[in-house]
């Protein structure tokens, strides 16, 4: 920006700017900026305000989150009541609340209704004063709730200072706070990794967040907001509910952009078919639709009954939350040997589907839960995500309630069954011999990258598999032409094929085979570290969990997958059949053929070096590196020894990275 400019005018300009784009983004769903370009005006505004802390003000987009924890929450008195909803289950009940609506307002005619999904959150009071967002405030009894502003404020859909000039002198705003399906998702992965506590669903972990008594861990939960209706304002401000929504929208509070107007009670119905066929794919979760009697003379004549207004009702969509009995828990073998804990459970229909599992996901979460058979639980299925136990019903426990253990062998093929320290997950060691595993290893087995058999498809596996004909990857190079030409779309020339193909892959290299086996966490670079490392499969196999660590890329928990892998019987068959059906590989001289971890990397040698240069640029270039005589962007690193010069200075002023010798010989280290 223009130097000229003075710094205020230009602190001004970016939170204009800054308050429109979150405009676009949150209100409108139009951002019309690339995501880097807005972090570049919020750093300048950071720097701007932290070159001139007298010019920060509290409605500033940097000034969302304070820097204390609150002792605890104030109360606030509402100066609107905040009401509550009553609920309708069926078409019926809803024909009889239209019906009591138009009773009460003596018409015949179809009454105007507003439609909205019913957010599952929690409710808030959003109060603004001269623009600007001085308290937010939970529902609480209705009467009274908790000053929760502070953490408001970190929720970064919800204005700290109103769009326009002419925005209300008072204004409050109603509406629910909720978490985003994809947040609380990776909010509960990131939990579940780190053994800490997991939200049973979006609506406690909103409502979990914004009871944080430090903000700063509340700004770290991706928490939104949507207004419904309005608490104190002057009564010019609309006339409508649909009015009302449109015109906060304008001065940049986010409404559901499902929100509708319609006549009658049968465009109500279509609606809610219409947000019902749509529930899964919505980001947020919803538990039924809110109809409001648009009008607002309309609902002043209709009124209240205890805490309920007469003119709005919730239509709830079938529950996706039912209690049943866990009746026995039972450990399942994945596609990667994952051993999970599955609990059968008395059936239960839930959301219009009889629910007879549901996945305990791991040892550590049967803990954290503490799920026993037995146990009365509270159980979920939301859309197609596998059903989920949520929490146990304490009272409901049987005194005989058993608690489940981790099977020491694997229930498929009787291998050990092994578990990481810092894993929450269990699994088979029986890798190429369980029969769970086996399809996904054969095809593993068989990919571009590891053995690359063409023509042996994820398909033909499958069918290879459900006819007994492998049940091991070594088996694969026991099949017959006859064999594969009597399956299913199979003929005699493409039988022939694959029976070529097989000869052909049996010429590998010793980090392609190596990579085939499907050891956990040995992709293709591990591969290739170990191939060069080792240099032949009997070393490999025969090294402990400390040697194997020698490896550059191999740390303890793939040391320690390698030893388990060669510790199993059953592998060492296989590996001994495969080599005794031929497959071989060229010989490794040190340093690899193929390891050339320095491959079209550029080093620039400066300075004097303790050793001569010529011996250090031809260790280099075993390695793969190119050596040139200057400098230039085309460089990647300059090794620079003592009194280096010139091109030392050109390196910097290019930004080319610069070892000294130490640093050299490390990262050659790393890479032999
Ligand atoms: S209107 C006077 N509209 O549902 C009417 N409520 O069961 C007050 N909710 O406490 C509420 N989405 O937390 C309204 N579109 C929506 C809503 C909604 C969710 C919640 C709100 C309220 C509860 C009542």
Redesign the pocket.
Known sequence: MNAAIPVEREIEHLRDEIRLHNYRYYVLDAPTIPDAEYDRLFRRLRELEAAHPELVTEDSPTRRVGDRPLPGFEEVRHSVRM???ENVFSDTELGDFDRRVRERLGTDEPVVYTA????DG??VSLRYEQGRLVQGAT?GDGERGEDVTANVRTIESVPLKLLGKRVPAVLEV?G?VFMPKAGFAKLNAAARKAGEKIFANPRNAAAGSLRQLDPRLTARRPLAFYA??LGEVAPDFADAHAAAMKKLREIGIPV?PELRRMKGIDACLEYYANILARREQLPYEIDGV?YKVDSFDQQSLLGYVSRA?RW?V?HKFPAQEELTVVEDIEFQVGRTGAVTPVARLRPVTVAGVTVSNATLHNMDEIERKDVRIGDTVIIRRAGDVIPEVVQVVPDKRPKKAKQPRLPAHCPVCGSEVLRVEGEAVARCSGGLYCRAQRREAIKHFASRKAMDIEGLGDKLVEQLDEKGLVKTIADIYALEAEQVAALERMGEKSAQNLIEALEKSKATTLPRFLYALGIREVGEATARSLASHFRTLEAIEQADQEALQETPDVGPVVASHIASFFRQEHNLEVLERLLAAGIHWPAISKPAADAQPFADKTFVLTGSLSRPRGEVKARLESLGARVAGSVSNKTDYVVAGEAAGSKLAKAEDLGIEILDEDQLQEMIDAAD
Request: no cysteine; aromatic share 6%; charged share 25%.
């Open positions: 009401l509550s909803l909205e999904p019913k957010l929690l409710a529902r109603r629910e419904y209706g559901s809110v207004p709005a919730a």
